[in-house]
């Protein structure tokens, strides 16, 4: 079945750093790929998504491009904030009966120091 | 506001007892799910429903009931819950495809943080 594999966490950077968290995906069809991010107490929001091969999905400083030759979906910012600490989740779509069915990753808790 | 409303946000219940959760979503989507989140352990997929009918169940303990009355409402009925079930539940909804909408993801409600006594 179609799955997805992150880097293990937990990952601490220091304030302004570059942050890169893998994610690569193993699927049957040409699924759409999406980030979320959890902050503490509360549930996931969707952080960017692409849709179909060499798309780049971005938002608030953070960007991912969907590589199909490489099945990787990696979550990319250039300079990170102490706000930025939560857990990312790398996830794809899987269609059933009309309902879009998303399959996370293990989630890659991020802390970022002063 | 997320558009997605949990209730309750925390839920302290005897393995005796039989509670709901509740879920409840203002975007006009017709698709809604239930996730388990334990520590440690991936996000779990529990149930899903389409257009109000349920289109997965994978392999979820019977002590787990879901409800799907309307497009709007999901409940999660609970009885004799094992402390392993401990965990924060996450409600999601989306926008069928078979409509014709581009799929832009799911919208999780804030959850319900169980714990089982």
């Known amino acids: 079945g179609d799955s997805v594999t992150q880097m293990e966490g937990p990952v601490t950077l220091s304030e302004e750093a570059f942050l890169t968290i893998n994610c690569t995906y193993t699927a049957t069809g040409y699924p759409s790929l999406f980030w979320y991010v959890q902050y503490p107490g509360e549930g996931l929001q969707l952080l960017l998504k692409?849709?179909?091969?060499?798309d780049k999905g971005s938002n608030k400083g953070f960007e991912a491009t969907y590589r199909k030759e490489t099945t990787s979906f990696h979550l990319e910012k250039g300079s990170v904030q102490v706000s930025d600490s939560a857990v990312y989740f790398c996830?794809?779509?899987?269609?059933?009966?009309?309902?879009?069915?998303?399959?996370f990753g293990q989630g890659t808790r991020l802390t970022i120091n002063p | 506001e997320t558009g997605v409303t949990q209730t309750p946000r925390h839920l302290v219940m005897g393995m005796t007892n039989k509670k709901s959760l509740k879920c409840e979503q203002h975007?006009?989507?017709?698709?809604m799910y239930w996730y388990k989140q334990s520590a440690k352990k991936p996000l779990e997929l529990m149930f899903v429903y389409s257009l109000e009918e349920r289109v997965e169940n994978n392999s979820v303990p019977s002590r787990f009931s879901p409800e799907c009355p309307n497009s709007s409402h999901l409940f999660l009925h609970l009885h004799t819950l094992q402390p392993e079930d401990s965990a924060l539940y996450l409600c999601?909804?989306?926008?069928?495809?078979?409509?014709?909408?581009?799929?832009?993801?799911?919208?999780f409600g804030s959850g319900t943080r169980l714990t089982v006594v």
């Open positions: 999601a909804s989306s926008q069928d495809v078979l409509s014709g909408a581009l799929f832009h993801g799911y919208t």
């Open positions: 692409a849709t179909k091969a060499d």
């Open positions: 996830a794809l779509s899987d269609l059933i009966q009309g309902a879009q069915k998303l399959v």
């Open positions: 975007l006009g989507h017709n698709a």
